[in-house]
T-cell receptor
């Protein structure tokens, strides 16, 4: 069964460092998302991406965040200068259509020290 | 903005039924979902219901929707130890271009005791 894969599964970084989280969505999907879950809190929407551009973003997705689809398979989330409060599990998701099932990856845990 | 609320914890005995409840605020929610998250894993879609439905049954899972009260529930019949996980309620209005993204509740941790 096709699945969304994310790397790394866990990354530890120092405050102020840049981090890139990588995702390989399901190959024929068209809509891509990043969500995050701070430990013990809700899953929060960050950004959605369609047709090579951001289609929707939340207040959390400020200038420190960026997304890119550098080739036909990868979808990346970059945090330019990490803060302690960026520590969270980051989930990538993809879907074929906006009304279709959203498939989530297993998440990348980011720990900022 | 949109909000989704769930109780945090539910404990049941194996073989009993579990009922996990969720309330939401946005009356324009058209798709309502239940996701399951096992420890260390991603979010797995269990089932969903459209807002024009009152009930949906899928094997051991029954979803009930009360649109008037904006209340959604997930009933798991004959709960097994493998059902122990966190269950998230989520909603969206995909036709609203401003908010196609899912809004999640905080999750209900289901503990099934043998």
């Amino acid at each position: 069964e096709p699945e969304v894969t994310q790397t790394p599964s866990h990354q530890v970084t120092q405050m102020g460092q840049e981090v890139i989280l990588r995702c390989v969505p399901i190959s024929n999907h068209l809509y891509f998302y990043w969500y995050r879950q701070i430990l013990g809190q809700k899953v929060e929407f960050l950004v959605s991406f369609y047709n090579n551009e951001i289609s929707e973003k939340s207040e959390i997705f400020d200038d420190q965040f960026s997304v890119e689809r550098p080739d036909g398979s990868n979808f990346t989330l970059k945090i330019r200068s990490t803060k302690l409060e960026d520590s969270a599990m980051y989930f990538c998701a993809s879907t074929l259509s906006v009304t279709g099932e959203l498939f989530f990856g297993e998440g990348s845990r980011l720990t900022v020290l | 903005g949109e909000d989704v609320e769930q109780s945090l914890f539910l404990s049941v005995r194996e073989g009993d039924s579990s009922v996990i409840n969720c309330t939401y605020t946005d009356s324009s929610s058209t798709y309502l979902y239940w996701y399951k998250q096992e420890p260390g894993a991603g979010l797995q879609l269990l089932t969903y219901i459209f807002s024009n439905m009152d009930m949906k049954q899928d094997q051991r899972l029954t979803v009930l929707l009360n649109k008037k009260d904006k209340h959604l529930s997930l009933r798991i019949a004959d709960t097994q130890t493998g059902d122990s996980a966190i269950y998230f309620c989520a909603e969206t209005d995909p036709m609203d271009t401003g908010r196609r993204a899912l809004t999640f509740g905080s999750g209900t941790r289901l503990q099934v005791q043998p």
